[in-house]
């Protein structure tokens, strides 16, 4: 049987709450950063784009003013429209996937820390997780650049652990502040890494729309006496989020 491309798009476009000319300006964009379109080239028409979309001729001129207003094409009267740039490099937050790089990559990271409502929530512990401490200190924080908030952390540390360094608990990243301690062997450390979507706490803190796409990394720091001395759960933007790995790093013999 064969399918409807109009019916088809139109069921595309029906499961986003966004206008239809913000969904088409973001395939555009996306056209522009896979290399589709270079600087200097030509875009399709509004005649084309019309009936590639299967929208309306002002609907796809509002996409092409979105671009325009970002500095990605510029109309050029009686020729057409063309590429005079390209989008800024959205995925610069590269997840760490070792011990190493990922202590180093925050290092220098100065938290913004968020006041608790109410009473602390527990700490996520897994079976394989270890053992939970007697007690948690809890502390919830954001992490931004440029002043644009892009992470979102709930991070509990064992009381003991965090009485050895408070004030640096409250002004640095956590994790670092961890592997620094004397007195602390880490025998285990884990992370894993989930695609979820925001919620209304998330989506107000990051500046997200309600069930915007998000990496959530939840993050277990286990001791040598096989205590979880650290519990973290953190949301990232889902649009600024690039992991890489090395697939043949861990290869052995």
Not at 76 to 83: K, L, N, P, S
Not at 85 to 96: K, Q, Y
Not at 179 to 196: E, F, Y
């Amino acid at each position: 049987m064969s399918r409807n491309p109009a019916h088809s798009l139109a069921q595309t476009y029906e499961r986003s709450r966004a206008p239809l000319y913000v969904q088409i300006a973001a395939t555009l964009r996306q056209r522009i950063e896979d290399g589709r379109w270079s600087p200097g080239d030509k875009i399709s028409t509004l005649e084309e784009l019309e009936a590639e979309f299967q929208v309306a001729r002002v609907t796809v001129r509002q996409a092409v003013d979105i671009l325009e207003k970002e500095g990605l094409v510029q109309r050029q009267q009686g020729r057409g429209t063309f590429v005079t740039g390209i989008p800024p490099d959205r995925r610069w937050l590269r997840l760490a996937t070792d011990w190493e790089t990922l202590i180093d990559s925050i290092k220098d990271n100065v938290p913004h820390v968020i006041p608790n409502e109410g009473p602390p929530p527990e700490p996520r512990i897994d079976p394989g997780d270890g053992t939970a401490a007697e007690e948690y200190a809890f502390i919830k924080s954001l992490q931004s650049r440029d002043n644009e908030p892009y992470a979102f952390a709930r991070v509990h540390v064992a009381k003991e652990v965090f009485e050895q360094a408070p004030k640096r608990f409250r002004t640095r990243t956590a994790l670092s502040v961890l592997s620094t301690l004397k007195g602390v062997t880490i025998a285990r450390a884990h992370q894993t890494l989930m695609i979820g979507a925001a919620d209304m706490e998330t989506a107000q803190l990051l500046g997200l729309a309600l069930n915007a796409p998000t990496a959530e990394a939840h993050c277990v720091v286990v001791d040598d006496r096989g205590v979880a001395i650290y519990v973290a759960d953190i949301v990232y933007r889902g649009d600024c989020i690039r992991l890489d790995i090395d697939l043949l790093n861990a290869r052995t013999g």
